[in-house]
């Protein structure tokens, strides 16, 4: 197979983790796996010092203009970032971003000649009601066809019920799932997108969810503050090389 583990640690809007920057920083993308933070814009600056690989939490796909508190994905990558998340259900929620919205920002990071991550995810009541690949069927439908053309194209699998509440799908629920997205990919690239899973990921569980075939990767929140853990996890992916 050749796909890549990714292990992308999503800050949110906290502070670098100590020693994020030091020579052993387990936030280094080292050998067989592609380790990636995604920091603050104001932490930006610091991580690309560090020489980590780094992306951006959200981007705006307008290059320029009147759209004030916003940075464009063509600043981001100018500035030296190499991925962008786009619609991360807290931008959804926090910021009203829509799925057309979500395509627009993957896009633009296309063109920029970036990596976009696509998150996508069904509520705990989608899941209750049976709905969820309905849901994801949804949310993916303006993402799918822009996989033709670029490979490049990430999608992270958060259910968000998940995110942050200590409570992770089970790794069975999460291979049905990937291997339902793969199934809506265009047949020339399903064997050549990551599909990353979020929510919830540790050091316990990750190896159980990085072992089923369609999980190549994690998006990870919580776990990624604490470097130790951190490290465990992104070893834990050196172990799986796919
Ligand atoms: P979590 O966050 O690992 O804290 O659940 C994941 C995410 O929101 O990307």
Redesign the pocket.
């Known amino acids: 197979m050749d796909r890549k583990f990714l292990i ?1 640690a ?1 800050w ?1 809007m906290n502070p670098p983790p100590t020693g994020f920057d030091a020579p052993d920083s387990p936030y280094r993308a080292e050998g067989a796996v592609d380790v990636i933070v995604l920091p603050t814009f104001v932490d930006l600056h610091a991580a690309i010092a560090a020489k980590l690989l780094v992306g951006a939490q959200c981007g705006r796909p307008e290059p320029s203009g009147a759209f004030t508190g916003d940075v464009s994905i063509t600043q981001l990558k100018t500035f030296g970032c190499r991925y962008v ?1 786009c619609g ?3 931008r959804r929620r926090e910021h009203g971003e829509t799925d057309k919205m979500v395509a627009e920002q993957a896009i633009a990071t296309l063109e920029a000649g970036m990596h976009p991550i696509v ?1 996508i995810g069904e509520t705990e009541e989608e899941r209750r009601a049976k709905k969820e690949r309905h849901v994801i069927e949804k949310q993916l439908k303006n993402i799918t066809q822009l996989v033709t053309r670029n490979p490049q194209l990430i999608i ?1 699998y ?1 259910p968000v019920w ?5 409570k992770t799908a089970t790794p069975k629920d999460a291979q049905d799932m990937h291997s339902f997205i793969r199934s809506l990919l265009p047949k020339d690239q399903r064997n050549a997108t990551r599909i990353l899973y ?5 050091a316990a569980n990750a190896e159980e969810l990085l072992k089923q075939p369609d999980v190549d990767g ?7 503050l604490k470097p130790e853990e951190f490290g465990r996890i992104v070893g834990i992916a050196e172990k799986f090389p796919e």
Request: proline fraction near 0%; charge should be negative; hydrophobic fraction near 35%.
């Open positions: 992308a999503n949110k998340l991360h259900s807290e998150c992270a958060e998940a995110i942050g509440t200590g979020g929510g919830s990921m540790n994690g998006l990870i929140g919580g776990a990624s």
